[in-house]
Nanobody, 123 residues
Framework: QVQLVESGGGLVQAGGSLRLSCAAS????????MGWFRQAPGKEREFVAA????????TYANSVKGRITISTDNAKSTVYLQMNSLKPEDTAVYYC????????????????WGQGTQVTVSS
């Protein structure tokens, strides 16, 4: 199994920045890629960004391109989500997840998920 623990969420004003972290432990050798998803109240969970575990490839949702950057630190087994120019519509619970075989925006293939961290952006 792979255990994922998110941190770094909080309350920030519109235009501000946050960096989320996702620490992975356990069978991390089985991970091919890591993704970030988010779920706002009353909405379905949506893809934000993903990165291969080695960090060589990334993919982003169109809604966050240019504002959000995903990165990895393999030495720390941690994935980061740097979020800049935050908007109220970025308010959601953010989840990280691991995928065993591919780099994808489709949530169904991610087999391990963290508990989530709340991000609230005030206007």
């Amino acid at each position: 199994q792979v255990q994922l623990v998110e941190s770094g969420g909080g309350l920030v004003q519109a235009g501000g920045s946050l960096r989320l972290s996702c620490a992975a432990s356990g069978r991390t050798f089985s991970v091919y890629a890591m993704g970030w998803f988010r779920q706002a109240p009353g909405k379905e969970r949506e893809f934000v960004a993903a990165i291969t575990w080695r960090g060589s490839r990334t993919t982003y949702a169109n809604s966050v391109k240019g504002r959000i950057t995903i990165s990895t630190d393999n030495a720390k087994s941690t994935v980061y989500l740097q979020m800049n120019s935050l908007k109220p519509e970025d308010t959601a619970v953010y989840y990280c997840a691991s995928h065993p075989t591919g780099l994808t925006a489709v949530s169904g293939g991610y087999n391990y998920w963290g508990q989530g961290t709340q991000v609230t952006v005030s206007s």
